[in-house]
């Protein structure tokens, strides 16, 4: 598996702008999948964004789309969540995790998960 360290979060203001990042370390960055992942307080864990493994292909939950912005830079075993327009509904312990492809395309599991930075958006 992978080892992964995400930085970058804090308390920000409604409007604002947060740029998360996840930095990877062990096997090739570029054999996994990343993700990342947010669970606000009384609420279960939701899926916020993904990027492949080469890119560009992306995907966004709904509600942050036009909003947040998941890229990968490979040469630095790195994956950032670029965040603006940020609402108090956003406030969340944000996780990166990263994934293995596997030819069972219904087959999303994810195989390491970092332990999370906090995000707070105040109004």
């Known amino acids: 598996q992978v080892q992964l360290v995400e930085s970058g979060g804090g308390l920000v203001q409604a409007g604002g702008s947060l740029r998360l990042s996840c930095a990877a370390s062990g096997r090739s960055f570029t054999s996994y999948i990343m993700g990342w992942f947010r669970q606000a307080p009384g609420k279960e864990r939701e899926f916020v964004a993904a990027?492949?493994?080469?890119?560009?292909?992306?995907y966004y939950l709904d509600s942050v789309k036009g909003r947040f912005t998941i890229s990968r830079d490979n040469a630095k075993n790195t994956v950032y969540l670029q965040m603006n327009s940020l609402k108090p509904e956003d406030t969340a312990v944000y996780y990166c995790a990263a994934r293995l492809f596997r030819p069972i395309l219904s087959d999303l599991r994810y195989d390491s998960w970092g332990q999370g930075t906090q995000v707070t958006v105040s109004s």
């Open positions: 990027i492949g493994r080469g890119g560009p292909n992306t």
